[in-house]
DNA sequence: TCGTCTTACTAAATCGTTTTAGTAAAGTTT
DNA sequence: AAACTTTACTAAAACGATTTAGTAAGACGA
């Protein structure tokens, strides 16, 4: 007996293998299949409050039959029926430049958890392709939209977050770091180790945190009395997320014939090309030369020298703006007021910055 | 009259922004709007040769209709009834491990080209995940997945394209690297300048590449009349996609005591941790030991020193598994047969490799 | 002048659910 | 024994499109 037992649930677990082979089970065959009407088995299915009256005997059997038929609800008809779809759509300037994927990271750990499914579309900093991609999520009627990195500039029925944004449209939330925390640690931190002439890689003009990384670093740098000279401001060269463009600035940089002692670069990516200008310049970093990076991304850590750096939690920064997400879909409230999230830096001191002796 | 034209123009503008801000007009509302019925204006928008009998000027007057009340067609009712999501499934280990989103960055461009968009699902290389994640990507009636270094091992009534995996599935097609190739390009460079004694780490098991990587090398390494010992051949330790794996495997394999000259890694990330570890016990790279990476992810270039690597042409793979993923679905071929795609890799050679001297 | 063909449409079914509004039978109260 | 409740269901509408199968009116040929 218990071996017959055991061929029945060997058998029944190979039934339903097979069984995913073939599609298109429907509520309608279900019900057909007990004799029931669709309406009963969809109540019971859903646990819904209309299933109170039928019996228990009954349940089971519904249960049982949706199990065997291997029935998976079909997600479009619900959702057709509903005007849910439980997916929301995801800007974002470029899949590979790990600054990116870093935050998406974030974002699909908590969509999944709540069972939400998104959708990606990267613009390349087009303007025209944020348009388009944006009306093509609306058009796959997604719930809400996360914008990474994305300049937002209407406001929309829709549901918007944006992750290091700088916009401020009505109903629109930022999730944004604090710059004028990362900028104090950054200069402190320079200053501290007796740095006077500091110069600045800025981002370029399309990315959102450009502007106030630059100001920010600058009143920060007028809090300890460094006075940045505008020669000593350079900014990333070319659109494609390498090393490449830090590079080339740095070089720009050095043409000028400017002797400053430590490098803010804009971020760990472009910090790393600078690193490779100064070196090729004969400059050691960081004994001649002392870099920040921006980010701590993997890379950072790892690099040679290791780099010092200002950290954004750019997980949890995703995962904040896909919770807040998807609380203003759930609370349906289209009057949400703009609101800002701000998350902490941290100074990550590693080897690429020295004290300045001279 | 100029001048009115031109706030005519202004207003219609104005109109299509603000409209963009109520949603839900339907084929319903266009249709009455024109006291015409859904059918007439549906066969019309979607030039379907139904609406060939219809005069141009009731065809323009639907056009205009659509256009004005800024009608979107809503995507989850059509398919409902085409049985077409246009949307498929991507199954990856890792949203930051930058090989996934550069597989990833191929993938989207070409289905964004053909009006798909995807759902991203990651499993952390847990089994249990896999499954799960497969399950709700056919819940929400994907035509299609994509399976980026993930294990397949069930066959489906889906189609399914796997990248990078090494998989013998009925109907599943691999788009694999030419790996006898891309063996011979690294053990041969390293020939060529004069190493005998070459260590390798190779990755962990949970990586689909890890088995052929190994015995490809080997080979490779026979026919070149290379012997590698079993005490040369290391682990990456861990599983976070970060240089620590190689890190620690490097420590490991000179904690032996073995004199190899040249190391052959897994991938970049942990070519850069072999690095590091080298470094610290005073071995410099390529003077004392070369190292060869694989992969050739952005930061192989920018590293110090740049890494000479074994380059897989992610993009490219990412958008074939895309394309051919795309072409099975379209022709329904459930009877594919399984379909092996090879791409070539290149000999990237960089810093971290010299002539082997004494 | 009848039958056929074309033109210009529309009604209704369909996709697979959920939900509203019932209904028939049995049980309970008064 | 009439009136009301509860039990165990079902029919039909709805979500928003597409598609099949018409239809009514006019044009044309025999």
């Not at 997916?87 to 974002?107: C, F, H, K, N």
């Not at 106030?212 to 809090?223: G, H, I, N, S, Y």
Request: hydrophobic share 40%.
């Amino acid at each position: 007996m218990p071996i017959k037992n055991k061929n029945k649930a060997k058998e029944s677990n190979r039934d339903s293998i097979d069984s995913s082979l073939q599609k298109n089970i429907s509520l309608k065959d279900v019900a057909a299949s007990l004799k029931l009407s669709p309406t009963t088995v969809s109540v019971v299915l859903n646990y819904s409050p209309l299933a109170d009256s039928i019996p228990q005997e009954t349940k089971d059997r519904i249960f049982e039959a949706a199990r065997n038929l291997n029935y998976r609800p079909n997600y479009i008809a619900r959702s057709l029926r509903n005007q849910r779809t439980h997916t929301i759509g995801v800007l974002i300037p470029e899949m590979s430049d790990g600054y990116s994927a870093a935050v998406l990271s974030g974002v699909e750990e908590k969509l999944l958890q709540e069972g939400y499914f998104y959708f990606v579309a990267s613009h390349h900093h087009r303007a025209e392709l944020i348009e388009k991609n944006t009306q093509f999520l609306v058009g796959r009627c997604v719930e809400g939209i996360l914008a990474i990195d994305t300049p937002i500039n209407q406001q929309s029925f829709l549901p918007i977050v944006s992750i290091s944004g700088h916009d401020h449209v009505k109903g629109l939330t930022n999730i944004v770091l604090n710059h004028e925390r990362a900028a104090q640690l950054a200069i402190e931190h320079l200053y501290t180790l007796g740095h006077r002439k500091i110069a600045i890689i800025k981002g370029q003009e399309f990315s959102s945190d450009t502007e106030v990384r630059l100001a920010t670093m600058l009143k920060a740098a007028q809090e300890f009395g460094i006075s940045i000279k505008d020669d000593w401001v350079t900014q990333l060269i070319g659109d494609d997320p390498s090393p490449e463009t830090g590079y080339l600035a740095t070089k720009n940089l050095l043409s000028r014939g400017e002797n400053f002692t430590a490098v803010l670069a804009f971020n760990d990516i472009s910090a790393i090309g600078a690193i490779r200008a100064l070196r090729e310049k004969g400059f050691d970093v960081p004994r001649d030369v002392s870099i920040i990076g921006f980010d701590d991304i993997t890379a950072a850590e790892f690099h040679y020298p290791a780099l010092t750096t200002i950290r954004q939690p750019l997980k949890k920064m995703g995962s904040l703006g896909a919770e807040h997400l998807l609380r203003t879909i759930q609370e349906n409230s289209a009057e949400t007021l703009s609101l800002e999230i701000t998350v902490e830096p941290d100074l990550i001191v590693r080897q690429s910055t020295a004290e300045f002796s001279k």
